[in-house]
Nanobody
Framework: QVQLVESGGGSVQAGDSLRLSCAAS????????MGWFRQAPGKEREFVAV????????YYADSVKGRFSISRDDAKNTVYLQMISLRPEDTAVYYC????????????????WGQGTQVTVSS
């Protein structure tokens, strides 16, 4: 069993930066791929970024490439999402997820989810 707790969300202006954190507990964190997803009001949850175990590889949605950066600190059992140049369209609840059993860009393949943290970007 894995427990995930996100933090770091907030309300910011367009162009600002935020860093989200996802603290994991309950299992050997370093052995699992971790992902970030987001869900805007009235929309489906969508892929944002993923990082493989031990940080070997990262992959981003086109909409955030060059602005968001995913990283992990296995000593702290924490994965981060650094977001810069935020836009109003980045407004959403951001979720971290762990242990995908298939293609890691798909919501349905993850076994564990956090409760989400709200990010609101105003123009």
């Amino acid at each position: 069993q894995v427990q995930l707790v996100e933090s770091g969300g907030g309300s910011v202006q367009a162009g600002d930066s935020l860093r989200l954190s996802c603290a994991a507990s309950g299992r050997t964190f370093s052995r699992t791929t971790m992902g970030w997803f987001r869900q805007a009001p009235g929309k489906e949850r969508e892929f944002v970024a993923v990082i493989t175990q031990s940080g070997g590889s990262t992959y981003y949605a086109d909409s955030v490439k060059g602005r968001f950066s995913i990283s992990r600190d296995d000593a702290k059992n924490t994965v981060y999402l650094q977001m810069i140049s935020l836009r109003p369209e980045d407004t959403a609840v951001y979720y971290c997820a762990a242990e995908p059993y298939g293609n890691s860009v798909f919501v349905q393949v993850y076994n564990y989810w956090g409760q989400g943290t709200q990010v609101t970007v105003s123009s």
